[in-house]
């Protein structure tokens, strides 16, 4: 079983910058293909940023220039680095890892972009 806890959201003014961190434990030893979700209130879930086992990365077209998505696979953590976030960019982010077929998600957390 893999485990995956998310931190980092929060409250921040337009403009502002935020880093979520999902950090992964139990049976993996590194993590290979990870994404980020995000749901706003009445709206479907949607991917934002993808990181595959090469390195590769991809993002949705909202928060491309603005969002990177990275790993540290000796802490076994992915990292979305948020930057110029905008009033539009609230929601509950989560952490999706793939390890060996089997899907994992964290508990999700809620970054807010308010003045």
């Known amino acids: 079983q893999v485990q995956l806890v998310e931190s980092g959201g929060g409250l921040v003014q337009p403009g502002g910058s935020l880093r979520l961190s999902c950090a992964a434990s139990?049976?993996?030893?590194?993590?290979?293909?990870a994404d980020w979700y995000r749901q706003a209130p009445g709206k479907q879930r949607e991917l934002v940023a993808v990181i595959i086992r090469t390195g590769s990365k991809n993002y949705a077209d909202a928060v491309k220039g603005r969002f990177t998505i990275s790993r540290d696979n000796a802490k076994k953590t992915v990292y979305l680095e948020m930057n110029t976030l905008k009033p539009e960019d609230t929601a509950v982010y989560y952490c999706h890892v793939r390890d060996f077929g089997t899907d994992y998600w964290g508990q999700g957390t809620q970054v807010t972009v308010s003045s």
């Open positions: 139990g049976s993996i030893d590194s993590i290979n293909y």
